[in-house]
Nanobody, 121 residues
């Protein structure tokens, strides 16, 4: 059973960088051909895909967030991380890490429980 767990600060100030980590257990983030994604849900809105890091370390980002987003991984710790720079209150959301059964197939078979991040001064 694969488990994902998000961690990081729940409050970030405007203009700062939001940093979250997703720790994976029960499976390796280098296993072919899975990808590891970040998805968020702002209050009262739908899910928004942010980006992914694939089993081979390649990354893909949402065009609308690409200039502010970076996803990296630490294979020795079996975790992957999200950095979102220059945040505004519009980045307030529940952030989820997920596993996709492929690369950009949007077929998520495992999800973290989600972590609330609020952007406020």
């Amino acid at each position: 059973q694969v488990q994902l767990q998000e961690s990081g600060p729940g409050l970030v100030k405007p203009s700062q960088t939001l940093s979250l980590t997703c720790t994976v257990s029960g499976g390796s983030i280098t296993t072919k051909y899975y990808s590891w994604n970040w998805v968020r849900q702002p209050p009262g809105k739908g899910l928004e895909w942010m980006g992914l890091i694939a089993y081979d370390g390649s990354t893909y980002y949402s065009p609308s967030l690409k200039s502010r987003t970076s996803i990296s991984r630490d294979t020795s710790k079996n975790h992957f991380s999200l950095q979102l720079s220059s945040v505004t209150p519009e980045d307030t959301a529940v952030y989820y890490c997920t596993r996709d059964v492929g690369v950009v197939t949007a077929t998520y078979d495992y999800w973290g429980q989600g972590t609330q991040v609020t952007v406020a001064s």
